[in-house]
């Protein structure tokens, strides 16, 4: 197969062919570490495509230890049908499906999904990316000139590689859909908004990670604030700035960018430099606007969005904290809403959550969470969205999904439809029992019908407009219905709180 770089040799794999580890910029190493992603040099003879690239450089998602990958990371898999299923003797090119991985910006890679399930039932041509990640891709200093989101820079070099490449493995380039989860969702999100993103796609589905994402001060441990994954870049800039000098590169002559690039990967790599460094920039460059506000004002590319979240969003997030900081009765699980919303809202939030009405206070409180992190700022943001373009909302409800994380369940809080368990529905990641296979393949009908048109699902999934136009998502005769999403998850309490609940405390 042909690039615009040079011929590549991938895999056969019966009904479907990969193409991995395909470079689709330079490696930003040395003098280019910090720098916009340059196109990738071309390449003499045939380049094997048979095993995916190195991954970004990361530390480990669960437990502890040193960080792994490399700088040379920009590598891009492509998994496309062996043969296009026959649809009324339609002949055009592919939709192609480009998918931006999760991981909080601080790990993950494009190779962790394997995508044939809907290359092959859906008929859809998918590429995964790698994307700089934490201190790598999101740094910011006043010699870089700002934060330049090279995170979002990396994914856009990789939207111009799938428009030069895309015919060459039998997708549209003119019928792009990007897509990703969590992390990758906030990605979506930046480049629905983000000038420079302009025709680079054409839909786009974000899936637990709307531009309003957030989470309360101390919602999860008490000395952390605010949760808000886009920051202004002044903030980032100044956090380089002090970083530098704690790593001996404060130079009042100038020369500190040098001096940090002299650096090796590991000293960068530390768990502080990483978390501090993975937050969204803006205010300049590629996104002017804070994206939450660019969809309140129309300012946002105008393609088709599908966009929602699991039922459960924040149980895994809790879970992980609950040795830490208990919620083990109701005077704790009073006292967590006290130092997250103040006592006047907690009252009327404990109203809206009593204790009695779920299984344990643990559960009470990541069910508060979900909505008011997750469920409501994206109901929000889709109302935004279809003042202007059509949108389609979903939950996905299925609370006996797999849990592919590794993780072991907490007692007192069950997974349950967790953030990113709808994953192993689109994704070959864990088994399935067979009411849940049919789940995935009308997600994978749904999610490539709405790559292929616009739309996901004809008269039964309606646009969103009224409040009960969300689809949920769950195995069984009666599992997918349409809901009153706002209704069933007290979205109006949580819109009276939204402008109280952003900003650091």
């Known amino acids: ?43 003499a003879g045939v380049r094997d495509a048979g095993a995916a690239g190195s991954r970004c450089v990361q530390l480990p998602p669960i437990g502890t230890g040193g960080p792994s990958g490399s700088e040379d990371c920009l590598f891009l898999n492509v998994t ?28 993950g890679a494009g190779d962790l999904y394997r ?15 790698n994307y700089r990640l934490g201190v790598f891709g999101l740094f910011g200093h006043p010699e870089l000139g700002g934060a330049p989101a090279l995170a979002l820079a990396d994914q856009q070099a990789a939207l111009r590689w799938v428009r030069a490449n895309a015919a060459r493995f039998g997708a549209d380039p003119h019928n792009v859909t990007v897509f990703g989860e969590s992390a990758g969702a906030l990605s979506v999100c930046a480049h629905l908004v983000s000038p420079a993103s302009a025709g680079l796609f054409h839909k786009a589905i974000v899936q637990s990670g ?38 001996g590169c404060d130079r009042p002559a100038g020369g500190v960018v040098d001096c940090l690039r002299s650096l090796d990967a590991r000293t960068l790599a530390t768990p502080e430099l ?25 300012r946002f590319h105008r393609v088709p969005v ?41 009252r009327v939030v404990e109203a809206a959550y009593p204790v009695s009405g779920h299984p344990t206070p643990a559960v009470a409180w990541a069910t508060l969470l979900s909505d008011a992190s997750f469920t409501c ?28 994380t590794g993780l072991p369940e907490v007692a007192g809080l069950p997974y349950g439809a967790s953030h990113g368990f709808e994953l192993p529905y689109l994704f070959t990641m864990a088994p399935l029992a067979a009411p849940q296979r049919e789940l995935a393949d009308r997600m994978i009908g749904y999610w490539s019908a709405f790559a292929r048109t616009g739309s996901p699902g004809g008269a039964q ?45």
């Open 1 to 43: 197969m042909d690039t615009d770089r040079g011929p590549v040799r991938g895999r056969a794999h019966g009904s479907y062919r990969t193409f991995e580890g395909i470079p689709y910029a330079a490696p930003p190493t040395g003098a280019l570490r910090w720098l916009p992603p340059r196109p990738a040099a071309r390449w």
């Open 80 to 107: 496309a049908p062996t043969a296009p299923a026959p649809r009324s003797g339609d002949s055009r090119p592919l939709p192609a499906m480009v998918w931006f991985h999760g991981g909080g910006f601080l790990n």
């Open 115 to 129: 995508p044939e399930p809907l290359a092959v039932r859906g008929g859809v041509v998918v590429v995964t990316v």
């Open 210 to 247: 709307s531009c309003s994402t957030t989470m309360p001060a101390r919602s999860l441990l008490p000395d952390l604030g605010t949760y808000e994954p886009f920051v202004p870049e002044g903030r980032v800039v100044a956090d380089g700035a002090e970083a530098a000098g704690r790593l």
């Open 274 to 298: 990483m978390q501090r460094f993975s937050l969204v920039p803006y205010g300049k460059g590629l996104l002017p606007l804070e994206p939450r506000r660019a969809l309140e004002g129309g």
């Open 306 to 346: 599908m966009q929602g979240t699991t039922l459960d969003e924040m149980r895994i997030f809790v879970a992980q904290t609950l040795a830490a900081h208990p919620v083990a009765d109701e005077a704790s699980y009073r006292a967590r809403l006290e130092q997250s919303f103040g006592a006047a809202t907690a």
């Open 377 to 404: 700022p994206t109901l929000r943001d889709s109302g935004a969205l279809a003042r202007h373009v059509p949108t389609y909302g979903y939950r996905f409800s299925d609370r006996d999904a797999p849990n592919f």
């Open 461 to 505: 999934w309606p646009r969103y407009r009224a409040p009960d136009s969300v689809l949920s998502l769950a195995p069984g005769a009666e599992g997918i219905r349409t809901v009153d999403a706002r209704a069933e998850h007290h979205c109006a309490l949580w819109d009276a709180w939204w402008p109280r609940g952003t900003g650091s405390p």
